[in-house]
T-cell receptor, first 115, second 109 residues
Framework: IAGITQAPTSQILAAGRRMTLRCTQDMRHNAMYWYRQDLGLGLRLIHYSNTAGTTGKGEVPDGYSVSRANTDDFPLTLASAVPSQTSVYFC??????????????FGEGSRLTVL | GQNIDQPTEMTATEGAIVQINCTYQTSGFNGLFWYQQHAGEAPTFLSY????GLEEKGRFSSFLSRSKGYSYLLLKELQMKDSASYLCAVIGGDYKLSFGAGTTVTVRA
């Protein structure tokens, strides 16, 4: 089934370690996003990319970086993980640039625990 | 910034109707989404409103009043599988999408 694939689905990580969450979509969507979801706070946008080769900062970008070398892949990197980055991370995509005109399609999530 | 409020939890009986309210205060407005999220799963799209009024889609309907900064999601003929979190999300004037914290609906037999 076409869609968005995230990896890993779950990871326990020591504080200070580097971690990359992978996201791949096969729908040829222009825009991709990374959200974190925490209890009581809802989904918060970390970084986004409106098209291959461009990225932008969301609501909570500190401690995270992204790249968009091609249409399909949008990895999220934690350079030096801290316990406050313990969360469930969702990758999403939309057909159109930006949020305004397209519904979001979400991956199944990556549960990250930083100890 | 955006401020989106929705109740934390709601409980209803199978076969009943539940209305989930969402109020928002945003700098500009370019649309409102409702998503459904079952526990441990990804959110999935339910509805999109950009003009005032009611959008009906099967058992689910969504209403928008832009002047009041208000929307609701109406779930009719509730089924056990409707137990989930329902997320209200607003596109502000900067075309960024912001989510509310979600409303957890529990359907009881």
């Amino acid at each position: 089934i076409a869609g968005i694939t995230q990896a890993p689905t779950s990871q326990i990580l020591a504080a200070g370690r580097r971690m990359t969450l992978r996201c791949t979509q096969d729908m040829r969507h222009n825009a991709m996003y990374w959200y974190r979801q925490d209890l009581g706070l809802g989904l918060r946008l970390i970084h986004y990319s409106n098209t291959a080769g461009t990225t932008g900062k969301g609501e909570v970008p500190d401690g995270y970086s992204v790249s968009r070398a091609n249409t399909d892949d949008f990895p999220l990197t934690l350079a030096s993980a801290v316990p406050s980055q313990t969360s469930v991370y969702f990758c999403a995509s939309s057909e159109n640039r930006g949020h305004a005109t397209g519904e979001l399609f979400f991956g199944e999530g990556s549960r990250l625990t930083v100890l | 910034g955006q401020n989106i409020d929705q109740p934390t939890e709601m409980t209803a009986t199978e076969g009943a109707i539940v209305q989930i309210n969402c109020t928002y205060q945003t700098s500009g407005f370019n649309g409102l989404f409702w998503y459904q999220q079952h526990a441990g799963e990804a959110p999935t799209f339910l509805s999109y409103n950009v003009l005032d009024g009611l959008e009906e889609k099967g058992r689910f309907s969504s209403f928008l009043s832009r002047s009041k900064g208000y929307s609701y999601l109406l779930l009719k003929e509730l089924q056990m599988k409707d137990s989930a979190s329902y997320l209200c999300a607003v596109i502000g004037g900067d075309y960024k999408l912001s989510f509310g914290a979600g409303t957890t609906v529990t359907v009881r037999a």
